[in-house]
């Protein structure tokens, strides 16, 4: 969640994301923020170059947690959440990252701890995750598919 709210702040987004929107404020930041403007021995040069890759993570990030592309991507989530198992998972601060059977990786933002360790001691870790993970958090696939 602070990586979200993060990057919504930087990019000005107040409530649901709207891709157009998100793509004119990336685009304006990336002119703002590009290295190239700078000189080499400029002291802004370095922090250009710092503050273009948090933009470019951060576009990355927020468009593909967005509506559109969640909506877009429904129909492959929804069949492997239903007809993959879960392989693996690994649980860091508030971010649940789920590895299915089929090779693909979800992140869920906003997983406390409580909720994970009900998760983990559930008899059927599939069973809780459909009922109280998939349904209630925000998701995005991972880069990193096996």
Known sequence: MKRINQYKKLFQVESEIDLKILKKTYRNLVKEWHPDKYQEEDSKHAEAELKSIEVIDGYHFLVSIAPETLKANFEAYTETITNSGIADFNHKGLLLEITFLDGTTYEYFGITKQVYIKMINSDKVNRFAKRN??????????????
């Open 133 to 146: 993970i998939y349904p209630t958090y925000t998701y995005r696939k991972s880069k990193r598919d096996s």
